[in-house]
């Protein structure tokens, strides 16, 4: 399960040793790691990170295929993880030390930066192999972060980006050594912790209004 | 006249071996192929191709001066065949052999992916040089599918991009020499096959919804 | 005080050898220079410069503490600014010679090309570090002219970019050499003279449409 920490003026939220689906509990507890981190006073910044072979594997398909009468809520409680981080009142970094798939992927980019490893793991939306279409406010994440080039191949192909294709292609902001992935994250977060405020929140709503509102409507949030 | 044939599972879709300009009867026999490719079963994608000096120029201006009483259909059916392509439920991939100028680039943005001639050929949107500014659907097709720098330089100065610029600018996806154009495109489609069906076209549906959405007003084409 | 000259077909606009500010009667001057280009006939294009160590720093903050109680209209003719320059039906161009800050760096932004010294002085967005979050329409203006990665990277932290990174980044399209800024820019103009008429100024309106919308809602330019 996430488990949150915190070094100096840099919060560091583990994401977990195994796949890290976004399962009920894993998400209420990601959920109350980001209050603490609003609710937190003065200079800080925000690491995301994991051990083992995965930083994400997205959807938690198990538990969802077992509660199918909870699909909407479910996907409603995820549209909440993106918006909630893409409009956090300070700078978020995610240290992507192994594979970061669909909606782990989406995670990644509601960060404001993002480290991942160069020389194993992949970043990829396999969305259009396992027949998922992404819903629209999930679209409108991920277009609104990538290059209209990049977006077009990583939705329609599931390319499978390797670290430094990924940092090519302007998905991710540093690709370095194993090792370096999570120092690196924090050292980029560190640099940014006087920026945690209203103003960074004020900026971040501006820049993102309809995509936050898009990941906010409850309505109809399959499409 | 434009003429599809069927290798294994990509479709080869030559639109002629003239300027290739958008005449009527153009648009009809393109219009029945995309039907043809759409409506066949199982796994596939689409090259458009040409032989010749040209891929396409784009709008046939001699018909349209002839029938200025059907200028406004005729731009319906130029931003139809340009929806039609952006959302077509497979991968397509244009190859562009020679000069791609106007409407002609514009219909290449409209696939999923270009592969262009690298050493002779240009790459052009004339607009501004030829006093007919872009409709409101085609400068948003055009804005969904290039970089702001990029499409500001293209629609702007109506520069004329060589293969190797134009893979460096992001236009297309990748330059090679004359006699690999069509092979790389077709390995390329071949490659995506299997991605056909209704969930990449819901993905490009709503990845593209406003662009589609403006393509197929017809209440007021002409903005 | 601003001041323009004609050389040939190329306008260029001194905005000072200061700060170079938003004073209001600076923005009377340069309105007042954007109204002779803008109603001059025939081939011509924009150049606009300064002189000394400064492009601009954007706002005239002495000015606005001292004037609060004409804030809003103060942002109003900000927003202006920003509209007239981006919709001008002429190709214009900016030599940042010196420090490109704040709303200074926005008007560049509203320029369609920039040409920056590649040795010394920063484009920068301090926003996040002064604490005065950009409007929404000024938010617009930026995110409509750089890519995703960019426009985060800048609005968020604060970069300071020097001209070989801001070309990198896509933020100018050429860094060159302090004595060929200028030199330059005026090339570039000049190479575009004859772009000038009412086909261009439509393609900009349409381009930009939305966020020319923004900048001249004046109900509530605060957000």
């Known amino acids: 399960m996430p488990t949150l920490e915190r070094h100096d003026n840099v919060f560091v939220l583990d994401l977990g040793d195994g796949e890290n689906r976004f399962h009920p509990d894993w998400l209420a507890a990601v959920g109350a790691a980001l209050d603490e981190v609003e609710k937190a006073d003065g200079p800080r910044a ?110 329609l192909t599931a390319h499978r980006y390797g670290g430094v294709d990924a940092s090519a292609a302007g998905i991710v902001d540093h690709a370095v050594s194993e090792d370096a992935v999570r120092t690196a994250a924090v050292e980029l977060a560190q640099a940014q912790v006087n920026k945690a405020g209203d103003t960074l929140g004020t900026i971040k709503a501006r820049m993102y209004g309809p995509t936050l509102a898009a990941l906010r409507d409850t309505a109809d949030p399959l499409g």
């Open 46 to 155: 925000l690491v995301t990170a994991a051990t083992g072979k995965f930083y994400s594997n997205g959807l938690d398909l198990d538990w969802l295929f077992a509660h199918a009468d909870q699909h909407q809520d479910y996907v409603v409680s995820v549209h909440e993880l993106f918006a909630r981080t893409l409009s956090l009142p300070l700078i978020t970094v995610a240290a992507l030390q192994g594979h970061t798939f669909a909606a782990g992927a989406m995670f990644s980019l509601a960060h404001d930066f993002r480290v991942m490893r160069a020389d194993r793991g992949y970043w990829c939306l396999p969305e259009a192999d396992i027949n998922i279409p992404f819903t629209p406010p999930m679209a409108a994440l991920i277009q609104a972060r990538l290059a209209p080039q990049t977006a077009h191949q990583a939705m």
